[in-house]
């Protein structure tokens, strides 16, 4: 059902988003005349990678300095990436990797080959499943931005503050995953571009049934200072 349900959804979106996506990406090679998409290698279920799509936001090569996690104060963000980005609106044309089988519309997010090589034994088990468009970690963490904001060293600080509570709640999406979940979760992700304080609200009346860690649905209502906080399941980070 999860298939079926992720190619019709997927299939339907991208008829409804077709327009506004080739408009967007006029925008785009308009303003440097260069590609409109960006090609990212990503590690998908059963270790298999493949090539996530999405609309360019960054200058051309800004992934060969090496620095994998973005703030919002990033100076390789063009222009209109930043108002893409605000909006989420580069992860639509994921809805082609949806479509085609190499990723679900929920899922733990798919990491990149750097990011996976220091997963612990625990956090493997997050490639037992399709990756996905979204999540719950995306959902709290969808100001990841700017959360790693001035930060020296944003992978640094994205390895410490965010990495393992993603982790924990991918893992916790596993061991819950059904239909009537990813239903939740979808409309939930969408209200919080729009209302990030009522998504958390809603998140937070499914993460009571699902989970009794209280740690953790601490985190997901962001009233907490992040750097103060660390993952009660210690063998998540190295």
Known sequence: MKRIFDFLFSFISLLIFLPFLLMLTLLIWLQDRKSPFYSAVRVGKNHINFN???????????DKTGVESTSNDDARITKIGR?????????????????????????????TLKGVSV????????????????????????????????REDPDEAYDKIIRPWKSLLG????????????????????????????????????????????????????????????????????
Request: aromatic share 8%.
């Open 52 to 62: 996530m799509y999405k609309l360019r936001t960054m200058q051309v090569d800004a």
């Open 171 to 238: 893992l916790l999406y596993i061991h819950n995953q059904s239909l009537s979940l990813d239903i939740k979760l979808i409309y939930c992700t969408f209200l919080a571009i729009y209302n990030k304080k009522k998504a958390l609200i809603y998140l937070n009346s499914i993460l009571i049934q699902i989970t009794e860690d209280k740690t953790l649905i601490e985190v997901c209502k962001r009233e907490i200072h992040l750097d103060s906080l660390k993952p009660e399941v210690h063998n998540i980070v190295q």
């Open 119 to 150: 997963y612990s034994q625990e956090e493997l088990k997050l490639l037992d499943v399709k990756p996905g468009m979204t999540d719950i970690s995306s959902i709290v963490f969808s100001d990841e931005g700017e959360i790693l904001l001035g």
């Open 83 to 111: 108002f893409i980005r605000t909006y989420k609106i580069d992860e639509i044309s994921q809805l082609w990797n949806v479509f085609i089988g190499n990723m679900s519309l929920v899922g733990p997010r798919p990491n």
